[in-house]
């Protein structure tokens, strides 16, 4: 499961956010391209940054928190990665109740 989990995030955030993935994935991996792509980002800009962590509903206490740290890189990609690990989680969560529902109540 938790590899299945760990597949679905690498795809996502390859996707999202323009990563060349190689084929042995590891959180550390997926977190250095990250980091390295966030920036590349933040080079061009605040503005494009900034609406990215927006629609990826990172919260705004938490970014703050981070961006006065040291590898201020890193921080922002741990945030996005675990964001991205309880979407899927949630949506895991979703299917299974959903799907226990009562058969006749479905459309």
Known sequence: ???????EAAIALGQDWDLRLPDMLSEEVILKLLADRI???????PETFFQLMYRLDISEKKLNAVL?????A??????????????????????????????????
């Open 68 to 72: 006065r740290d040291d590898d201020v």
């Open 39 to 45: 920036v590349t980002i933040l080079e061009r800009g």
């Open 74 to 107: 890193a921080k922002i990609a741990r945030l996005i990665y675990d964001r991205q690990i309880q979407k899927i989680q949630s949506r895991l969560a979703n299917r299974k109740t959903s799907e226990s529902d009562d058969p006749e109540l479905k459309w």
């Open 1 to 7: 499961m938790a590899g299945d989990i760990l597949q």
